[in-house]
C-alpha cells in the first residue's frame, strides 16, 4: 500500500540507478528504493563499465527486487548512462535519478509526487537532503530554503539555496530538455539550468535523499564544477539576466579555480574586483599568493 496522500491516478515515475565502482554501498541503495512505498515505479539501473564488483552486486539485488539491470560495454559517464535509461524506458509521468551510492528515505518518492499532483502548474519537486559519512552516519542536513514558485533565477543568483541536484522532474519538462549534454561533467548544474527556466518548482515538505560525502564525489572537483559551469552559463546567454549571472560566476570561478589552477583564475580577476568585500575574493587572494594555509584555518570554517 502507498504511504501516499493524494490519488496519484497511475502517474509512472521512472527512477535511474547509474552505478560505477560502488561495490561497498549499491546493494543498500537498491534495497532502500525497494523500501519505498509508491508502487508505479519503473527502475532501470545500469552499470557503466565499472571495474570491481559492483556490476555483479547490482544485477543480483535487481533479481531478487524485481529492476530492470544493464551493463555499459564501455564508460559513457553519468549523462551518457541518464540518456540511456531514458531511451530504454517505457510510458512515465515523473523521472528522478538517483547515484548508486546515496540513499532513498522511506516516503521519499511519494512525497515528490504528492507535490506534482497537488500542482500540475509545476515542472518538478524537490526536498530535503541529508549528508551522510562513507559509513552511513548523518552529518547534517544540506542548507535548504524550502521555496516554491518562480524561484529559478534566485536560485542561481544564490539568492536562495534548494538542493537542486535532487528534483523529480515531470515528463513535460524533461521531454523539453531532451537529454543531458555528454560533454558537460557535472549533468545536474546543466538539467537545472534547461529544466529550472520551464516553470515553477515545488517544496515536497520531505527528507528525500541521503546523500553519501566522499573524496569520489564530482563536486570535490574543482575544475569539473568549473567547466559545468561555464557550459551552464553558455546555455544561458539568452536570457535577461545574462550579462549580471556572468559577472557573478566569474567571481565565483576566481575563489574555485585559485589554489590548484591559478593562471585559469586569473582570467577571473576582473570579475572578482567587482565584488571586492565578499569574503571569497580575499581567500582568493590569498590562496594565489600561496597562503591557502590560512584560508583553511580562518575562513572556511
Not at 47 to 69: L, M, N, P, V, Y
Not at 133 to 152: A, H, Q, V, W, Y
Not at 161 to 171: E, V
Request: glycine share 8%; net charge neutral.
Amino acid at each position: 500500500m502507498s504511504s501516499s496522500k493524494l490519488d496519484h491516478n497511475g502517474r509512472r515515475v521512472l527512477l535511474r540507478v547509474p552505478c560505477y565502482n560502488h561495490e561497498r554501498y549499491v546493494e543498500e541503495c537498491l534495497a532502500s528504493i525497494a523500501a519505498q512505498a509508491y508502487p508505479e515505479m519503473e527502475v532501470i539501473v545500469v552499470d557503466d563499465a565499472s571495474t570491481d564488483e559492483t556490476a555483479s552486486i547490482a544485477e543480483q539485488a535487481c533479481q531478487r527486487h524485481g529492476f530492470r539491470f544493464l551493463r555499459n560495454e564501455r564508460n559513457l559517464g553519468v549523462a551518457g548512462t541518464l540518456n540511456k535509461i531514458a531511451k530504454l524506458a517505457g510510458d512515465f509521468d515523473f523521472v528522478f535519478s538517483i547515484a548508486s551510492d546515496d540513499i532513498l528515505p522511506p516516503g521519499s518518492i511519494a512525497a515528490m509526487v504528492d507535490a506534482l499532483t497537488a500542482h500540475p502548474e509545476v515542472v518538478g519537486a524537490y526536498g530535503d537532503v541529508e549528508y551522510i559519512d562513507m559509513e552511513g552516519r548523518p552529518l547534517g542536513l544540506m542548507r535548504n530554503d524550502k521555496e516554491s514558485g518562480d524561484i529559478f533565477a534566485k536560485v542561481l543568483f544564490n539568492e536562495i539555496s534548494i538542493p537542486w541536484t535532487w528534483i523529480m522532474w515531470t515528463k513535460a519538462a524533461y521531454d523539453s530538455f531532451g537529454g543531458y549534454d555528454e560533454g558537460v561533467p557535472m549533468e545536474d548544474s546543466y538539467a537545472f539550468a534547461k529544466m529550472g527556466r520551464l516553470g515553477h518548482l515545488r517544496y515536497a515538505g520531505a527528507l528525500v535523499v541521503r546523500y553519501r560525502k566522499h573524496a569520489g564525489n564530482t563536486t570535490a572537483n574543482s575544475w569539473h564544477i568549473y567547466q559545468s559551469s561555464l557550459r551552464v552559463l553558455e546555455s544561458l546567454r539568452s536570457e535577461p539576466f545574462y550579462p549580471k549571472l556572468r559577472r557573478l560566476y566569474g567571481s565565483e570561478h576566481f575563489f574555485l579555480l585559485s589554489r590548484r589552477h591559478k593562471l585559469e583564475a586569473l582570467r577571473h580577476l576582473p570579475a572578482a574586483l567587482t565584488r571586492p568585500f565578499r569574503r571569497q575574493f580575499w581567500a582568493g587572494l590569498m590562496n594565489l599568493i600561496g597562503l591557502g594555509f590560512i584560508v583553511d584555518r580562518f575562513i572556511r570554517k
